[in-house]
């Protein structure tokens, strides 16, 4: 088990998401940088649907009641392992009673935490990832208890990633062509421009601060997907994330790749995006 001491800014726990249901209305949720969560479950052996912590701009701080294996990955939170400073992409052993704290952000904008076998909450509709009302809570409490694995016998073998820090700082998207592209033939010079991150972003939706391209198309509520860029009247952009809703009534007019999807969630308020059509 491990006691949530502290629990951060937004702290949540994530797997691969929820299959099946969207046309219930579901969203798929699940983790929002899936390429780091899945190098911290790769570091452990974790199958890669094993449930991890997501940390969003400042860390928990978390006391293990038992002994297990963890790997943190993605942003740099200067974590600390019973006050000894601790580096992303390595795996660590942590007994009972060690505690485990982070910082505020320095790089990137989510962090992973991965334990050994995964996060062991009940799953509901295939899937531990928090989402209300699907889930009773949308993220972690303090006093919260995780359970996690307390079979003993972890071995601490080395495992180590070396990282290429320009996925925080890169600021190309890779997207295709949405269904309504070809409405706007004059998106060439839009895509073009540089935008910037604006403070409307969650797990739900990026939206940036330019406007991209005024309009007056119109299109009936059809279905969306995690990924789709909608373009509204006034040309504000909508890139939908995770939780997004599953239908829509704006233009589609890009759709993000998966690793781009994975590099924005890593984006905050004023940094800088670009689109590379593929």
Known sequence: ????????????????GRYGYRHKGIPVSGVMDAYSANLANALLGNDKNAAVLEMTMLGPTLLFMTETEIAI???????ALNNESIINNKKYLVKSGDILAFKAVTKGFRSYLAVKDG?????????????IPIT????????????????????????HIKRDWSWFTDPVLDVYKGPEYDLFPEIGKSLEK??????????MAYQVEEAFLVHRHSILTSATL?????????????????????????????????????????????DVISFQLL
Not at 73 to 79: D, F, I, K, L, P
């Open 194 to 203: 540089n935008y910037t991150v604006s403070n409307v972003n969650n797990r």
């Open 1 to 16: 088990m491990i006691k949530v001491v502290k629990t951060g800014f937004y702290t949540t726990i994530q797997d691969t």
């Open 119 to 131: 996060i062991q909450t009940p799953g509901v509709l295939g899937s531990r990832s928090m989402y």
């Open 73 to 79: 990955t993605g942003a740099c939170m200067s974590a």
């Open 136 to 159: 009773n809570r949308s993220q972690i409490e303090n006093n919260t208890i995780i359970p996690v694995d307390t079979r003993i016998g972890h071995t601490i073998g080395y495992a």
């Open 226 to 270: 995690p990924g789709t860029v909608q373009l509204t009247p006034s040309g504000k952009l909508i890139i939908l994330m995770k939780d997004a809703q599953t239908t829509g009534g704006y233009p589609r007019i890009l759709q993000l790749s998966d690793m781009a999807m994975a590099k924005l969630a890593q984006k905050r308020m004023g």
